[in-house]
C-alpha cells in the first residue's frame, strides 16, 4: 500500500528553524494535492499548508510569511521550511497527499504518521 512518512520534527527555540519532509512511497500511479496539517492535544486538527500538482501553495494565516512549502514531483516528496518558530506552533505535524495507486481508479486521501515539533525556550 501507499505510505507517507514524516521527517525532520524535533525541539527548537523561539525563533529558530525547522525543515519538515514527507515522502511517498509504496505502488504510485499519481499524486495530486499535497500538504501539512497540525493537532495539539484537546484541539482539531488544522491546515497548515497545501500545494496543488501545478506548484500553486495556499497557507494558513498564521504562518503566512514565515513557511514554505514545496515539492519535489520526482521524489514524490513535500517539505515544509519553517522560520521563526514560535511557541504555538508547538504540535504534532501531518502528511497529507491525495494519491492514486497503480491498482486505483481513483484518487484517496492518505496520511503520514506525525512528527513532533516543540517550539520552547
Known amino acids: 500500500q501507499v505510505q507517507l512518512v514524516e521527517s525532520g520534527g524535533g525541539l527548537v527555540q523561539p525563533g529558530g528553524s525547522l525543515r519538515l519532509s514527507c515522502t511517498a512511497s509504496g505502488s504510485i500511479f499519481d499524486i495530486n494535492a499535497m500538504g501539512w496539517y497540525r493537532q495539539a492535544p484537546g484541539k482539531q486538527r488544522e491546515f497548515v499548508a497545501g500545494?496543488?500538482?501545478?506548484?500553486?501553495?495556499n497557507y494558513a494565516d498564521p504562518v503566512k510569511g514565515r513557511f514554505t512549502i514545496s515539492r519535489d514531483n520526482a521524489k514524490n516528496t513535500v517539505s515544509l521550511q519553517m522560520n521563526d518558530l514560535k511557541p504555538e506552533d508547538t504540535s504534532v505535524y501531518f502528511c497529507?497527499?491525495?494519491?492514486?495507486?497503480?491498482?486505483?481508479?481513483?484518487?484517496?486521501?492518505?496520511w503520514g504518521q506525525g512528527t513532533q515539533v516543540t517550539v520552547s525556550s
Open positions: 500545494i496543488s500538482e501545478g506548484g500553486q501553495t
Open positions: 497529507n497527499a491525495f494519491v492514486r495507486a497503480s491498482v486505483s481508479p481513483q484518487f484517496d486521501a492518505y
